[in-house]
């Protein structure tokens, strides 16, 4: 089923567009879920089905004109993600963690097995604000970068998932790091 197809079932509330939708949508939101979230699984199944449930409830407003259906409900999946990090208040000061933490280290990795407790902490506060932070951003720009830190997706693979040109996607990711540094800073700093 094409995806022209699957909105006009959405509209008229056809089982078999639902499934289409979520049979050709659901690990892909999923996955763009979880690199905002991390390994919450739980959270990210919630995540998932309120998109699904909201994509549902304003399928009769999607308009092809304004992007396509991945990108209406990655958006969709954004702002959810974004209202759970609010409802969560769980955004600690770590400008310290920050300014300590050595270069090269990957901030969303799984823990050393050989790191102190305080460390993994830590790390796991530092994660959870790196996906707060992506998930303040908006849609496209956390997107372009979970796919490039967090999937490791090469600039050529990126550039054939938003069909735009190598110099459009650069051009991009350098605004979307810059907007990264600024909404990270005002989440760190100290009052």
């Known amino acids: 089923m094409s995806d022209a197809e699957i909105i006009c079932g959405l509209r008229a509330g056809n089982s078999c567009a639902w499934a289409a939708l979520y049979d050709g949508y659901s690990v892909r939101i999923w996955r763009y879920i979880a690199c905002l979230v991390g390994p919450q699984h739980t959270v990210v199944a919630d995540l998932v089905q309120e998109t699904v449930l909201a994509a549902a409830r304003s399928a009769a407003r999607f308009d092809e004109s304004k992007g396509t259906v991945w990108q209406w409900l990655s958006g969709i999946a954004h702002n959810h993600v974004s209202l759970h990090w609010r409802s969560e208040q769980q955004i600690s000061k770590l400008r310290r963690i920050v300014e300590h933490l ?59 998932r938003t069909s735009a040109t190598s110099d459009a996607v650069r051009s991009k990711m350098v605004r979307a790091r810059q907007l990264f540094r600024d909404v990270f800073e005002r989440l760190t700093q100290t009052p």
């Open 102 to 160: 050595p270069r090269g280290e990957s901030l969303l990795s799984p823990n050393p097995p050989d790191q102190s407790p305080s460390a993994r902490l830590e790390q796991d506060e530092l994660a959870n604000l790196v996906r707060a932070t992506l998930a303040r951003l908006p849609s496209d720009y956390s997107e372009l970068l979970a796919a490039k830190y967090l999937e490791d997706l090469s600039l050529a693979e990126i550039q054939s």
